[in-house]
């Protein structure tokens, strides 16, 4: 999905919330986390470089670019349209021989065709066909943009096919694309087409449903201007299937991870909108995912910060493509820039699996005035109202716990959990739990999310009934980050019923009740003491 970039430095949160979150915990007391053993990192260089021979990788070009525009075919007697990248002697002149094949991008930007062919000509200018394709009803291909349906995954897998088969191939092709090309990258692995033989998704999807449509069973309203653009049809037949259903199966990664059994470099960035899917990737098949993980928004990482370019990518195809078994893969399966930077972050490392294997659980409870820490407190409930609009939530639609200014250092490291027990006034309602990082100067950063429908707290695949006035047990998944909150800093949990333009306010107008303190809400998390 192609949608303008998030923020990751919102609004600070007001000084009076700040000043009331201060007081709940006083500015002597510290948060008193266990002592962990060290890391078992390998660190690989100041922040901002990447000395792992992988990154560095480069070898010089030695053919021209030759340019022909295509028509491929498919089962059914269609086509698309598609722009073909030879080796030549000259601008217009094929080299002789076969090559291996990239399908470079996948896509349904047709507008971007030329952008993606000066990025496929890095790799063709080294010994590569490459091919930039667009999808069924995008650009000069005829049909309707059913985005990463059955369709558009049959068609590609035909375009593998028919790469292999091109006479200036060796038969051996790759899939390498961003956003919409790293979603249909990953489907095309799961298909298993026999020509395939790794890819390189970059920013991609797990499953459709839950990173980008329905997230935690609510629909997300920034979706909506890309789908009127891209894919109008959309509009129907998603707001169609707001359960989780063979529809939404049929797009996913994730009921296929079983077939995801082809070498898979992710790329990853921890400010990108598909970090829960691209991590879930790793986490189902980590013998055959390397994942890289940096400090980069949604989109190419190439020109939004130093230290992985196209010399890695052709590394990655000079190795299972070309059969080069002197060209390297990364030193580890994870490859991780810990955010936000120089002097807060360590910048990167390097682990044997994700989480880190030196990670571990930290539990903190939520208390009735406002604190954030590992012990109990007296029950209580703590209450907000349900916002009902697309601002900003406001003082009484928002609950916040903080913790006491951290003694050291604490770097988060995966995924965590917000056990949320709440009741409700209403016959539904949405939880939004956000965390953000308060500086000493009362400064806010946020550093990740999670969000669950009470209806879908068991499942997505059917509705739960709401009674008002019953609590429950709402698991709100929060989304991984790998993230160092610097000593004197605190974390702050908000929780309310929006996080416009994250989630759409689609509930009823009404009242929430959060259970705090002894046997009331908790927030789990994923954490490192280095």
């Known amino acids: 999905m192609r949608a303008p970039r998030e923020s990751r430095q919102p609004a600070p949160l007001s000084r009076r919330a700040m000043c009331s979150l201060a007081l709940a915990a006083p500015l002597t007391a510290a948060l008193p986390f266990p002592a962990f053993p060290a890391s078992s990192a390998d660190a690989v260089g100041e922040p901002g470089l990447l000395p792992d021979p992988f990154f560095s990788y480069s070898r010089p070009a030695r053919y021209e670019v030759v340019r022909e525009d295509v028509m491929v075919p498919l089962r059914d007697g269609g086509h698309l349209a598609g722009q073909l990248y030879r080796p030549g002697t000259s601008a217009t002149l094929p080299a002789t021989g076969t090559f291996p094949g990239i399908v470079y991008e996948y896509t349904a930007y047709a507008d971007s065709a030329e952008t993606f062919g000066a990025g496929a000509a890095y790799f063709v200018r080294r010994g590569y066909i490459a091919l930039v394709c667009q999808v069924r009803g995008s650009g000069q291909s005829p049909g309707t943009v059913d985005p990463f349906g059955p369709q558009e995954q049959r068609d590609n897998y035909d375009v593998i096919e028919w790469l292999a088969r091109h006479p200036a191939s060796t038969g051996r092709i790759g899939q390498m694309g961003v956003s919409y090309g790293g979603h249909t990258t990953l489907l095309a692995a799961v298909n298993r087409p026999p020509h395939l033989k790794a890819v390189i998704p970059v920013n991609a999807l797990h499953d459709w449903y839950e990173n980008t449509i329905y997230r935690g069973g609510i629909y997300s309203p920034r979706i909506r201007e890309w789908q009127q653009t891209v894919a109008p049809d959309t509009l129907r037949t998603y707001a169609e299937h707001p359960l989780y259903d063979d529809y939404w199966r049929a797009r996913s990664v994730m009921s296929r991870w079983e077939n995801l059994t082809v070498p898979t470099l992710e790329i990853n960035g921890w400010y990108d909108r598909y970090r829960d899917g691209m991590v879930k990737n790793y986490r189902a098949r980590p013998h055959n995912v390397w994942l890289v993980s940096g400090p980069w928004e949604h989109g190419s990482p190439e020109g939004q910060y130093a230290g992985i370019g196209s010399g890695a990518y052709l590394a990655w195809w000079d190795h299972w493509l070309a059969r080069n078994r002197d060209a390297p893969l990364p030193a580890t399966h994870v490859t991780s820039y810990e955010v936000p930077g120089p002097g807060a972050g360590r910048g990167w490392q390097r682990f044997e699996q994700w989480p880190p294997r030196d990670a571990r659980a930290l539990t903190l409870r939520l208390g009735a005035n406002g604190t954030l820490r590992p012990g109990a407190t007296a029950p209580g409930v703590a209450a907000f109202d349900v916002n009902t609009g697309t601002t900003p939530p406001a003082e009484h639609q928002q609950l916040r716990f903080t913790t006491p200014p951290l003694r050291h250092d604490l770097v ?72 160092r909150l610097s000593a004197g800093h605190r974390l702050v949990l908000r929780i309310s019923s929006d996080d416009y333009p994250q989630i759409d306010s689609d509930v009823p107008a009404g009242r929430v009740g959060v259970r705090t303190g002894a046997g009331g809400s908790t927030l789990r998390l994923t954490v490192r003491t280095v």
Do not use: C
Request: glycine share 10%.
């Open 412 to 483: 988060l490291a995966g995924d965590g959990l917000a056990d949320i027990r709440a009741s409700f006034t209403a016959p539904d309602g949405n939880i939004a739990a956000v965390l953000y990082d308060q500086a000493p100067d009362g400064t806010s950063t946020r550093i990740t999310e999670g969000w669950l429908k009470a209806s879908h707290r068991a499942t997505h695949t059917r509705l739960f009934p709401v009674e008002p006035g019953t609590d429950y047990a709402l698991g709100v998944h929060i989304w991984p980050v790998h993230y």
